[in-house]
């Protein structure tokens, strides 16, 4: 049995949070004493709990109150739930931490990096940047065409494309140690190539291009090394084993 001080104190709230919550009908006292004290049990601590898990995760207190109020909610699955919503916050946010001490070696001078990678995919102005060598390598008139599409989308179209593209290459990380010829892999690098239809159509010549320019290519493999790495020669591998695949479809 907790006071609401008690409970305050150990959920790491206010007591007129607690009061508020009370107010509102989002956390009832278990009871109320003749003194006017409110008490709590365990079943209002489990209760609480969800509370400030669910505002951890944004939603406001009359959609967490309609959720815990719902005849069908079940702790153990509203649990399982948020570790898995936290889980993927955590590796957002390492993501992120790790986009901030690469710009901080940056610009303090410690590490030189001739084109940042961020989490969210390749930024315009480094897509921008390897216009040239495109050109260089696919023919202007292709690669025209391709950055003539890129400025059709909206501003946030190319950010929806950008987070697009930046979770596949990440997704490949997270794959690192499985068979490049593996369905999951597979799936994913299928996803890839999907995804490049948003600038132009890969032939399955092209995407075994890329697949050795992001090897083989200094700048490129910097970059994508930065998920990974061994993720270049682990994409380059994978690539050639889908276009094998495509190849034999396109036969068959």
Known sequence: ???????????????????????????EPSYVGEN?????????????????????????????????????FDLVSALQEHRAALEARIRRLKRLIRTIDMT????????EMSKKK????????????YAQEARERWG?????????RWKSYSPEQREQILAEGGANYQALADLIDEDPASEEVQQVIGRWHHHLRYFYEPTVELLRGLGSLYNDDPDFNKTISQFHPDLPAFMREAINIYCDRLEAE???
């Open 104 to 111: 901080i070696a940056n610009v303090t001078g410690g590490v």
């Open 250 to 252: 396109q036969q068959g």
């Open 1 to 27: 049995m907790y006071t609401v001080r008690q409970l305050a104190d150990l959920a790491g709230v206010s007591v007129r949070t607690l009061h508020y919550y009370d107010e509102i009908g989002l956390l």
């Open 36 to 72: 006017g004290y409110r008490y709590y049990e365990d079943a209002a601590l489990f209760r609480l709990q969800q509370i400030l898990l669910y505002r951890e995760l944004d939603l406001s207190l009359a959609e967490i109150r309609e959720i815990l109020d719902a005849p069908d």
């Open 118 to 129: 961020l989490f969210t995919g390749f930024t315009e102005e480094e897509e921008k940047k």
């Open 140 to 148: 202007a008139e292709n690669v025209d065409r391709s950055y003539q």
